[in-house]
Structure formats: C-alpha cells, structure tokens
C-alpha cells in the first residue's frame, strides 16, 4: 500500500475515533466513509502522537504545548526543537509551528515520516465539514475531508458526482474548497458570462512554487491580462494566421514522416518523435531555432518537462499538504518537480542571454526579441511589469502548452484510426480525391474536407486531451444558483462533462466521426468540442495547435496505413492521466501506401 493512502487512512480513522472520545457527534454518512481500524497500520504511537497535537475550542496554547511533549515523550527518538513556521499561509493547517530533530535522507523511511508528520501537525481545531453555502458533494472524513476518494478515475468519479449533487458540486480537500463546474450550460454561465470574476489562477504547488504566479498560466490580474494580450499579439506578428507558419508546419511534418519511412514498416513508439516535432514548431516561434532530432540534450529536458506534466498527482498533494516538501529526502517526488523546473528554466535563460547579446531592434527575429524590445522601452517605467522572470516563465509556459497538447492529440489520433481502420480507409480516401498524392495537404483544403475534419473533431472530442484545465481563482464571492462560493475557493472546469454528454453526443463512448456530419455533410456541433478550454482563459494557442493537428494528421494519412504492431492486441483507448489525457504507451506500425 502507498503511503500517501497509508497517511489518509490514518489521518481518517484517529479523527474519528478522537471525535468519538470527545462525543463529536458524527454524521452517519460521515461514519460510512471512514475505514475500519483493522485495514489501518497504525502504532500506539502514532496513536499518542496525533492525540497530542489535536486539542479543541481554546483550549490554553501553553497547556497543549505541554500536553504535546509529554505524549511525545513515550515516542523513541525524537527531540522536539524550536518553534519554526514550516510555511506561512499553510493551506491545510495553517498553524504549523513545530517541527523535529531533522534526521539523514536514508533513516526517513515510512514510519519515521509519518512520526515526524504527526508531531508538526499541531493545529487549532481543524475544520473539513462542507460549509452549507457552498454547493453539494460526497460526504467528508474529519480531518481529511474528501481526501479518502479514489481519484484516479476522475472523469467516472466526476460523472457519478453530477449525477447525484448536480452540475455544479464541491470537494473538500484538506481545508482546500474544489468547485466542479459540469455541462456546457452551467460553463457557459460561471466562466464565459461571469469570466470577470471567474477568470483568476487559484494559488496552487504549480503556480505558487513553480512558477512564482509569474508568466502567463499561472498569473492572475492586471498581471495576466496585459501579458495574454502583448503575447498574442507578438505570436501573430510571427506567424499565428499566416501562410508563413503553415510552412515552418509542413516542414517539420517533412522530417517526421522521412523518420517514420525509415522504419520500413517495423513497429516503433512515436511518442518522442512527436514531442521533437511540435517542440520545435514551438521553438522557431518563440526563440528563432529548432533541434536536431538526436541532440541529447534537448531530449533530456524534453524528459524532464514529461515528467512534470505527469505528475499533476503530486502537484495535487504538494497543494493540499504543503509541509511535505520540507520532509527530508522526497519520498513524494515533490523536490524532483522543482529540479526538473529549474533545470528548464536555466535552458530558457540561457536562451534569453544569447538573444541579449545578438539583439538587433531593427531585425526582431521572434518572440524573445519582441519581448526584449518592449522591456527596453520600458526600462524607466517603474510600474512595468515587463521583466527577465515574467519573460523566461511566459516562454515556458508556451513551450510546455505547444509542445503537450497537440503531441498527446496526435497519439490519440494514430491509437483510434488504428482500432478503427473503416474511419482511416475512408479519411485516406477523401484526401485523395480531393489532393492526390502529388502535393502536401494544407490549410485552404480544410473546406473540401468534412469527413477528415470530422474525424478531427471526434478524435479531440473523444481522446478528451485536457479533461480538467487548472483550477480557476475568485475575484471575490461568487453567487451561483443560491449557493455561494467563497473568495479563495477554487474552480475546476470539467471539460469531460460536455464532450461525453449523452444529451450533446449520442453514445459517447462510440468513436463515430459522422456525428459531426448533417445529411448534406456539413460539419454540425463543432462549438461544443472544448477541447482547448473555454472563457478568457481558454488555450492561446489554439489556432496553432488545430493548424498543427490538421496537416500532421492529414499528412500521416496520406503517406502511411497505420496498423497495430500486434493484430491481436491493438492499443489501448484507456487514456492515463497528467496534465493532458494521453494514451498509454503503444507501438506501431506505419506501412507506405
């Protein structure tokens, strides 16, 4: 068993039966989701431990203090030092104040940490009962609060969830408050109507410690709102919308399938590939240079970057318990996202540093230099929010995004149409009808294409690439239907909610292309497909990520019959979770046609 589910279980049955002790009176429900003792590992003291640091009402600090050592004197080896604010604003107990004796990364096994855990959570009463303004949801566990819910499935979590509580439901996760918006109506109205107070980045691991609420995904305000609308604006000057990014596009998409013909039709994983390919689409927009397919280095932050955008998991529990990353040695991989940070983010400033030394205001050559030239008119503008760290955090976020999302749709693209040949035979026929093979498909093709853009839509809407965007921040309180969320809460648009919506798209769980088609194969329904998020906050790059999707797809069709490198055992449509929806790891093969 895991320890992080070892921690919940032990957390949810000592509240429990502390609560009993001292007749909390317990909700039914409450008590229906607790485990019983006899699946929790739990030591005598851990016991004592746990029942130091709770104390009730207001009660005498110096009392508890006192109450606390002695309890932990019947624990062995362990010496409690100075009074230390672990981490002022901590959001699940924010009065932690007592730490231990530290101890060598090797002794920091399971029970050690959870010892040294117990003793620093000293805390007033810790509150994890829904407020009866918020909205509806599952029933909370003292102490943890909706922690004990198995999350791993959370689409299907999600879809009881609003069956029950309706579309618009709360989690309590720790002293975190998580409001669920489900259904495109219910979107609609809290973040595209009500966008001005809906539109904030919540305060969360990601946006607070890795990148410093700086850039453009984790920023908020006046803050966000100026460097969103200088960054478009800079990404069309170089390309967005124009026949000269279509180009650089095609190009790349030139040496990706001079790759994959020379793997004669054996079995490969494309996965790689594919983020080189996009990542260096992203790259000549942004910095002015792409990467050799084979360069080491690239490959290794390419690695470290995947390894970040897989790990939402622990972002999550960095959130909700942010006294973990302080435990020595990282028995959450909580340290490792920070170094994989880091080590991208010095490859950025680098980059940064050459194009200072080559900078040439009469020739901009990108995205940097159009940054660099804003910053130097600006450079006796006090209140300019124009600097080196709001730079190298804005590239990263668009290297990341341009480089996760269209990667992750085009593997769902090549799993589908390799489980259904029928959808791929016909796409292929279509595309030569309309081009042949002599020439690459571009973008002025797209009307003379329904049934490939068909298939286009169907596989975002299907594959659901981003399920869950970033948890939203408040402006201030929000009244939603008679219930009112708290200034402080965060917000989670449930994507998958629309794009497997009975109601909008019969039998969701069908991959069929025709749904997008009327009888006279008109495209239909195409608003609903949010695949890139939707409101102020929706994905800026939108329009590069479908312009990259289209004419890698159509490309790959047209050279290459996409088949299972197992015929008996075809890919997996099961997606895994990250920061986008991907597929799990899958071979193919791709034969000339």
Known sequence: MLFWENLSYKLASSANRIRKENDIELNQNIEDQLFCESNVRETESNCEAYDAFIYYGDEDQDYSENKLK???????????????????????????????????????????????????????????????????????VPFVGNLNLKLDNMPENFRNFRRTYGDVFSLILGSNTLVVVNGFEALKEVFVKNGDVTSERADSY?????????????????????????????????????????????????????????????????????????????????????????????????????????????????????????IPGDPFGIKRTVTNADVVRNHLKNIVKEHEETFDENNLRDYVDVYLKRMRSDKDNPKSTFDHQQLTCTIGDLFVAGTDTTST????????????????????????????????????????????????????????????????????????????????SQLMPNLHSVLYDPEIFDDPEAFRPTRFLDTERKLVNLDKVLAFGLGRRVCLGESLARMEFFLFATILIQRFKLVAADIDNLPSIKGKLGLTLAPVEFSFCAVGV
């Open 206 to 326: 990601i946006t607070r410690e890795l990148s410093h609420h700086k850039g453009i995904v984790s920023s908020s305000g006046s803050l966000w709102k100026e460097h969103r609308t200088f960054t478009l604006g800079a990404l069309r000057e170089f390309g967005f919308g124009k026949r000269s990014l279509e180009s650089k596009i095609i190009e790349e998409a030139e040496v990706l399938m001079k790759l994959i013909e020379e793997k004669n039709g054996q079995s490969f994983n494309i996965r790689q590939l594919l983020y080189l390919s996009f990542s260096n689409i992203t790259c000549s927009i942004v910095f002015g240079q792409r990467y050799e397919y084979t360069d080491e280095r690239f490959m290794s932050l390419l690695d470290k970057i995947k390894e970040n955008t897989n790990s939402v998991n622990i972002a999550m529990l960095a959130t909700t318990f942010p006294f973990l990353q302080y």
């Open 70 to 140: 002695k309890k932990l004197k019947k624990i062995d080896n362990y010496k409690i030092i100075s009074i230390d604010q672990i981490h002022p604003g901590g959001q699940l107990f924010p009065g932690i104040e007592k730490c231990v004796e530290h101890v060598e990364e090797d002794e920091a096994n399971e029970e050690e940490i959870w010892r040294r855990l117990t003793a620093a959570l000293k805390s007033k009463r810790l509150k994890t009962v829904r407020n009866a303004t918020l909205p509806p949801g599952p029933p909370t």
């Open 409 to 488: 749709a085009l593997q769902w693209f090549i799993v589908l149409l390799i489980n259904h040949p029928e959808v791929q035979n016909e796409m292929r026929k279509e595309i030569n009808n309309v081009i042949g093979t002599s020439r690459y498909p571009c973008t002025q093709d797209k009307p003379k294409l329904p049934y490939t853009e068909a298939v286009l839509n169907e596989v975002l809407r299907f594959g659901c690439i981003a399920p869950f965007t970033l948890p939203h921040g408040l402006t201030k309180d929000f009244n939603y239907k008679g219930y009112v969320i708290p200034k402080g």
